[in-house]
Structure formats: C-alpha cells, structure tokens
T-cell receptor, first 113, second 116 residues
C-alpha cells in the first residue's frame, strides 16, 4: 500500500516557467511534509517542509501548498532555472515520533535552457 | 563538516559474494536508516535503527542485515549478493526521539552496487 502518491513521474519545463509537482497522502496522522531535492550522483537533501497548521510555505522560488481536507500537497518552483533540474521527492511522517518517513516515488524535473 | 560518510562509493560484485556497505555519521544522531534507490521505485527503506543497540526491518529487508553497535556506525551486509540487489544504496540519519526529531533526514552520497 503506497501511502504517498507523487505525480508526475517526469516533468519538462521551459526556463522561467513554473514547475508543479503534486503529492497525495492517506494517513491523516501525518503531520510533517518535507520535499527533498536530489542532484545526479548525490544523496537527497531537504529542500523545504511544511506542517499542517499552515496552508502555504514559501522559501525563495520554492513554495509548498497544503490542502489538509484533500490530503494533498504540492511543490511549486517559480521562475524555474536549469540548475533546478533534479529529482524531487515528497514525503510524509509523524514528527516528534520514531515513525519512519514515507517517500513518494520521485519526479525527475528537467528545465530547458 | 562530514555528516554521513558511505563506503565504498561504487562496487562491482559477483553473485554469491558477501558485501558490507559502511556508513558512519558524526552528528550524534540517534536514528539511522538504509534505503535503496531504483529507477521508478523511489527510495525504499531496507532497515533502520532508532537508537544504538536496536534495529528494525523496513519495506524491503530480505537478503540484507544490519547492526548498530554504537551511535556512529550502521553497516549494511549482503550475505550472498544476487543481481536484483543491483542498486544505489543510501544511508541516512535523523536526530530521532522526541522534540529533537523534526523529521528531517540527512543522507550520505550513496554507494552504487552492481551484482553480476
């Protein structure tokens, strides 16, 4: 049973455009929703994270939108740049607990120069 | 700042051979994890350890074993490698228990393993 569903599997966006990656979760007990960014040959690294008490969090060009009632959250990359080309993973967990983080299957993003 | 160190970075292995992937962290994190990453399947948890002296099974534990003798080290062993274990393996850590646990994972650079 996949608890975090991520889409699309791959995405191509023109430079300067908006990249949007979507995730849906099933477990309403999740209370921490991070996004990880992974460049080729490197390990994933935390990009931005949100807790369900807010509907949006913005850090620079990266924004997480969170819809608790729909159990969905999305990553928006504004003014996408070639350097944003990477694989992005959404995830969910119960923070402050030992429960394990659940990852989506990833989205390979390619920004055309 | 080292963070998570994995070794080897890459290895080609004959089927049936024993292999240990090493992982060391210098952040004094309580929890450590081993993931494998395969195209189209994302990150799948193999084994984890919430604290030194304890381990648990993840989503895909068969064919793998781990130990956690101390806080810093978390080796992953393939007792008898098979071609389906060809993958990129990532070790990760997190602060673990209680309010220190933000849920953030810190990953190593990965170990690429090919089993022929």
């Amino acid at each position: 049973q996949q608890q975090v569903k991520q889409s699309p599997q791959s995405l191509i966006v023109q430079k300067g455009g908006i990249s949007i990656i979507n995730c849906a979760y099933e477990n309403t007990a999740f209370d921490y929703f991070p996004w990880y960014q992974q460049f080729p040959g490197k390990g994933p690294a935390l990009l931005i994270a949100i807790r369900p008490d807010v509907s949006e969090k913005k850090e620079g060009r990266f924004t997480i939108s969170f819809n608790k009632s729909a159990k969905q959250f999305s990553l928006h990359i504004m003014d996408s740049q070639p350097g944003d080309s990477a694989t992005y993973f959404c995830a969910a967990s119960k923070a402050n607990r030992d429960d394990k983080i659940i990852f989506g299957k990833g989205t390979r993003l390619h920004i055309l120069p | 700042i080292a963070g998570i160190t994995q070794a080897p970075t890459s290895q080609i292995l004959a089927a049936g051979r024993r292999m240990t992937l090493r992982c060391t962290q210098d952040m004094r994190h309580n929890a450590m994890y081993w993931y494998r990453q395969d195209l189209g399947l994302g990150l799948r948890l193999i084994h984890y350890s919430n604290t030194a002296g304890t381990t648990g099974k993840g989503e895909v534990p068969d064919g793998y074993s781990v130990s956690r003798a101390n806080t810093d080290d978390f080796p992953l062993t393939l007792a008898s490698a098979v071609p389906s274990q060809t993958s990129v393996y990532f070790c990760a850590s997190s602060p673990g228990r209680g309010r220190a646990n933000t849920g953030e994972l810190f990953f190593g650079e990965g170990s690429r393993l090919t089993v022929l």
